[in-house]
């Protein structure tokens, strides 16, 4: 008879055995799973691949990345000062569907923080001063009808995007320029500034890839803010607001963004391929794709710490060992299928006009996939794999920028339909009765809510203002309510219950908002 340990051995050898057997028709089962659905993709007109998605080159006369450059090599010290730390506001809301008028206030007082900045319009002013040049080169750049920064889209994950800081501050300096102009009466030049900023975001709209997208979104909401105080201007001419309004009227949103999410599909694949090749694709991933090199735990060095140390060490390796050859086809296949809902979500909006029915498909589809439920395998639970929620967090993550896209859609829409509102005012010395007025003087037709398809709403009050609002992210109309939600006590216009254009903040509400600072 055999002695007993030569049984166990012999029963270990058999599940090593079995283990290695599932582990390699699992991996050859996930692998064809990945391969068929990419020909199936493929097969549909998809395309996969880094080079099917890269942006067409640009003509360098039509390219403004001169200017631009030289605008950024002067920007640090203009930015630095009362721009950096006291900033004058944009359409500040002091109330539910109410704005404080930046340029009027006659002073410029901060609103956040512990620290009180006070300053005068001339101090503001002579920081500009500073910024004559870059705001010179500025506008200069943004009559080029295109801004390409010439990336290497082949680095993928690792691709470094400085000018996405600059072309933030770029907002950041034209809008404050634009209301020191206001103050001051020069309504041409406040024009000139947000006519720059609005082509610098318009220009650039080909960059395929989501963070910039993203800061193209926050730019655009910096120069909604400025246009609505532009709108406030006491000498402003009909010339400049048809300039704005076809700035306006001109920006994409929603196709650059489908583009970026195709590049955000071809830079997953590329990206899970490169950890399959890592000695340590959790540390790889973990560390942001870089070399994986990780120093040491850092514990005290006595024998529970390490213990505990070589059970992390064998539970890593474990991990890493059954993600290579197995659970990063899953991952892969995830990530592919949710990739393909989002593009087609953008899709399915830039064809409707509207988003409400493609967000309800997507969120159908993504809960059918299963991408909402991550962390539902046992093992990669309990070995605590750092890659198993990869290709669900990269979905989820990805599908809220689609959201942002909708509020920039919005606000992009009433600002425009605010100016032509602006310009029927100046033309016939009131309000139109209804939106259909605008048409054709002013508006090719009546603006659709970017929500659900519908006319935006809008009517006339009786002090002689206008109501104008998008029924916002939950398709509900409510008449127009600018609060918040339940539970919240938001008071920014693009989270109430409905979006509302908001109306100027009489001189109590501003002085009251003083007093009652948001915490």
């Known amino acids: 008879m055999k002695k007993w340990w030569v049984k166990l051995l012999l029963a270990i050898a058999a599940v090593v055995i079995l283990l290695a057997v599932w582990l390699s028709l699992s991996s050859v089962h996930s692998k064809n799973g990945v391969e068929r659905y990419k020909d199936q993709l493929r097969a549909a007109g998809e395309k996969l691949e880094l080079n099917d998605v890269l942006p067409p080159p640009v003509d360098p006369d039509k390219n403004g990345l001169e200017f631009f450059t030289r605008a950024f090599n002067s920007m640090s010290p203009v930015m630095n000062g009362m721009l950096s730390t006291n900033s004058p506001s944009a359409m500040r809301i002091v109330a539910p569907g109410k704005a404080m008028i930046g340029w009027q206030q006659p002073e410029i007082i901060s609103d956040y923080g512990s ?35 010439q990336l290497d889209y082949g680095q993928g994950a690792v691709l470094l995007l400085p000018h996405l800081n600059k072309l933030k501050q770029t907002a950041l300096l034209l809008s404050p320029a634009a209301l020191a102009d206001l103050h001051r009466g020069d309504s041409a030049s406040a024009a000139t500034n947000l006519h720059t900023l609005l082509r610098t975001v318009n220009a650039w709209k080909d960059e395929p890839v989501i963070i910039s997208q993203l800061v193209r979104i926050a730019m655009a909401q910096i120069a909604v803010a400025a246009q609505w105080e532009f709108l406030q201007g006491t000498n402003i001419t009909d010339s400049q607001l048809a300039m704005l309004q076809r700035d306006w009227t001109n920006m994409q949103f929603v196709l650059p963004m489908e583009q970026a999410l195709l590049m955000e599909r071809a830079w997953g694949a590329r990206n899970i391929e490169q950890l399959r090749s890592s000695n340590s694709p959790s540390r790889t991933y973990s560390s942001g794709w870089g070399s994986g090199s990780s120093g040491g735990s850092g514990g005290s060095g006595d024998w529970l710490d390490m213990l505990k140390d070589m059970s992390d060490s064998m539970k890593r390796k474990t991990s890493d060992t059954l993600w290579r050859v197995a659970w990063s086809y899953d991952d892969e296949l995830n990530l592919l299928q949710g990739d393909q809902v989002l593009v087609e979500t953008m899709r399915q909006i830039h064809t409707n006009g509207y988003f409400k029915n493609a967000l309800a498909d997507r969120d159908r589809r993504l809960a059918a996939l299963g991408l909402d439920r991550p962390g539902t395998n046992w093992l990669r639970n309990h070995l605590h794999d750092e890659l198993a929620a990869l290709g669900t967090e990269t979905v989820q993550s990805l599908q809220h920028s689609i959201e942002r896209v909708l509020a920039c859609e919005a606000a992009r829409t009433m600002a425009s339909t605010a100016v032509a509102l602006k310009r029927y005012q100046l033309r016939h010395q009131s309000y139109p009765k209804d939106l259909s007025a605008l048409v054709p003087e002013f508006l090719p037709e009546v603006p659709r809510d970017p929500v659900d398809g519908h006319s935006l709403r809008y009517q006339v009050l009786s002090d002689g203002n206008f109501l104008l609002y998008s029924v916002g992210t939950d398709g509900v109309d409510n008449g127009g309510d600018p609060t918040a939600p339940s539970g919240t006590r938001s008071i920014n216009w693009l989270r109430g ?23």
Do not use: H
């Open 115 to 149: 620290s009180a900045y006070r300053n005068t319009w001339a101090d503001l002013d002579q920081q500009l001063q500073l910024g004559s040049g870059v705001i010179n080169f500025l506008r200069q750049g943004a009559e080029r009808p295109q801004l390409d920064f």
């Open 497 to 519: 219950r409905d979006w509302v254009w908001p109306q100027p903040a009489t001189a109590r509400e501003v002085d009251n908002f003083r007093a009652n600072p948001p915490k």
